[in-house]
């Protein structure tokens, strides 16, 4: 049985240059994929390293490049 994924994916390079705004947890535009309908979407979002640092926070895994690694932050 496939496991139902929740939360958004972002392409690492689509975070480059928003450090600042990721260390002080200021939101900025970001475009994102939804893992469970798998559509694009252009949000305002804030992002954490953290796992639960907002409350209202939803997950968020990093793809990179074409590794199949991923790294889930919130």
């Known amino acids: ?3 139902e994924m929740e939360g958004y994916e972002v ?3 689509y975070l480059d240059g928003h450090e600042g705004e990721i260390d002080r947890g200021e939101p900025f535009i970001l475009e994102v994929r939804e893992l ?3 559509q694009r979407k252009v949000i305002m979002a804030r992002v ?3 796992a ?3 409350a209202e926070g939803q997950p968020l895994d990093i793809a ?3 590794t199949p690694e ?3 932050i919130y």
């Open 64 to 66: 990179r490049g074409e």
């Open 70 to 72: 991923q790294e889930r």
């Open 1 to 3: 049985m496939m496991q």
């Open 48 to 50: 954490s390293r953290e």
């Open 11 to 13: 392409y690492e390079a």
């Open 36 to 38: 469970e309908t798998l």
């Open 52 to 54: 639960g640092a907002f």
